[in-house]
Nanobody, 116 residues
Framework: QVQLVESGGGLVQPGGSLRLSCAGS????????MTWHRQAPGSQRELVAF???????NYMEAVKGRFTIFRNNDKNTVDLQMNNLKPEDTAVYFC??????????WGQGTQVTVSS
């Protein structure tokens, strides 16, 4: 089956770090435009970061300088390194493959909670 599975979420104190991972099954992450999104309770889903097929990256303004999106082709993942986390980063984080044969493909999400 073609699936995306996120992992790496959890509870962290402000200023801490987490690394999220989005693993592809039945797909090649390196050959697809990949994005990370997040959705906080009562809020709309936001685009956090993307990485193109050519490796170009960009980020929402609120996470610039703190988050890094990158591929690990040995593990067939797209990862999101999150540093200096803030309470405002608390959300469910989703991985997405854009424009696949069946349209956009979403993972199930992983919870990130930043709290002291």
């Amino acid at each position: 089956q073609v699936q995306l599975v996120e992992s790496g979420g959890g509870l962290v104190q402000p200023g801490g770090s987490l690394r999220l991972s989005c693993a592809g099954s039945g797909i090649d992450v390196s050959n697809n435009h990949m994005t990370w999104h997040r959705q906080a309770p009562g809020s709309q889903r936001e685009l956090v970061a993307f990485i193109t097929r050519g490796g170009v990256t960009n980020y929402m303004e609120a996470v610039k300088g703190r988050f890094t999106i990158f591929r690990n082709n040995d593990k067939n993942t797209v990862d999101l390194q999150m540093n200096n986390l803030k309470p405002e980063d608390t959300a469910v984080y989703f991985c997405k493959l854009r424009g696949g044969p069946q349209g956009d493909l979403w993972g199930q999400g992983t919870q990130v909670t930043v709290s002291s």
